[in-house]
């Protein structure tokens, strides 16, 4: 890889953050059965069949989203 910030599992057809990556990603497994596919971009990486991991990618997303509705009440 070249400094992708994304990696596909061509096994699975999940996409991974590897700036927030978590033990159930199982990176190194990927990486070690050669099913990984590189991705600068997340659209990048939807608009090719992956779909976003649970732990890296869904969590943190709603997480920032329950961040900006909280703030949206807090600041008001």
């Known amino acids: 890889m070249s400094g992708e910030k994304f990696l596909g599992n061509t096994k699975t057809n999940e996409v991974h953050d590897l700036t927030r990556e978590k033990l159930q990603c199982r990176i190194d497994e990927i990486v070690f059965n050669?099913?990984?596919?590189?991705f600068s971009t997340l659209d990048k990486a939807h608009g090719n069949g992956y779909k976003d991991c649970q732990y890296c990618i869904e969590h943190a997303v709603k997480t920032i989203e329950a961040v900006k509705e909280t703030s949206r009440y807090v600041y008001k």
């Not at 050669?34 to 590189?38: D, N």
């Open 34 to 38: 050669e099913q990984e596919k590189p």
